[in-house]
């Protein structure tokens, strides 16, 4: 995943931690706008969440931080 990217889903992963406590959940449609303005990227993330890791729809945000900082 290019660094910009993940960059930017650790910042909305705090964001919706900040706002919503260590519980909340999200998916990466959370990391783009309601358009699909960047299909490249958008598959990029979608491979990243489902392909690589076989994640869930909705995912614990803290633990997508962790993935993210991991480099995972």
Known sequence: MRPSLRQKAIA???????KNGEAVGLSFYAFFANKND???????AAEWWI??????????????REMMKAGL
């Open 51 to 64: 392909k690589t890791h076989r994640l869930d729809h909705f995912e614990n945000a803290m633990r997508i």
């Open 38 to 44: 960047d299909p490249d990227l958008l598959m990029e």
């Open 12 to 18: 909305i992963c705090d964001a919706k931690i900040a």
